[in-house]
């Protein structure tokens, strides 16, 4: 089973910021959290990953509480190419990807 | 980034037949790779880890006679459905993952599989 907790759907304008929440209040010290992609019909794409600190790289930001009970992943910029399923994962090893139902990110023109 | 890419992306066989899936990992050594499956409208599932040079692992509930996992060198896995039947028809992808455990996933396109 999976150990997040992400809203089922979420709209966004385009070119707004989508702010995408995950909630995983049972994470451990060693526990990393990753954030992947899927566009319908497609592998899931790798987006970003972090374990304490925020992240940020060319595609998205990762803010990650300070208890880490919780974490948002930001497109800055989203466009209608964004429209995904989103999934937030914890893991320790990465042996151990268990996919949740994700959110679905819908942009809108 | 890492490209991983799968053979065939789609397929359509008759019902008994046996079906391969190949997963490369282009631009790097994947010492280890998994096989997911989808089937409409739910999340991604594990079925198996493999190791190169080593017998897969498999998820419970997964049938290791049924989906035979080849990971014969650093940058190729194959996935071979036997028997197919109609409940086995799903979306297949695979992950491939460089070194060490803390490295990132990379997943395949994904192969789309019809059993008539």
């Known amino acids: 089973d999976a150990k997040t907790t992400q809203p089922t759907s979420m709209d966004c304008a385009e070119g707004r910021a989508a702010n995408l929440p995950c909630n995983h209040s049972t994470i451990s010290g060693n526990e990393y959290v990753y954030w992947y992609r899927q566009i319908h019909s497609q592998g899931p794409q790798y987006i970003i990953h972090?374990?304490?600190n925020n992240e940020t790289n060319e595609m998205a930001s990762l803010i990650i509480t300070e208890d880490r009970k919780s974490s948002t992943l930001i497109l800055p910029h989203a466009t209608l190419r964004d429209t995904a399923v989103y999934y937030c994962i914890v893991t320790y090893n990465n042996n151990d990807m268990r996919f949740g139902a994700g959110t679905r990110l819908t942009v809108k023109p | 980034g890492a490209v991983v890419s799968q053979h065939p992306s789609w397929v359509i066989c008759k019902s008994g037949t046996s079906v391969k899936i190949e997963c490369r990992s282009l631009d790097f050594q994947a010492t280890t790779m998994f096989w997911y499956r989808q089937f409409p409208k739910q999340s991604l599932m594990l079925m198996a880890t493999?190791?190169?040079?080593?017998?897969?692992?498999?998820e419970q509930g997964v049938e290791k006679d049924k989906f035979l996992i080849n990971h014969a060198s650093l940058t190729l896995s194959t996935l071979t459905v036997t028997s197919a039947h109609p409940e086995d028809s799903s979306f297949y992808i695979c992950?491939?993952?460089?070194?060490?455990?803390?490295?990132?996933?990379?997943f395949g396109p994904g192969t789309r599989l019809l059993v008539l």
């Open positions: 493999s190791n190169e040079g080593s017998k897969a692992t498999y």
């Open positions: 972090g374990l304490k």
């Open positions: 992950s491939a993952r460089d070194g060490a455990p803390q490295e990132t996933q990379y």
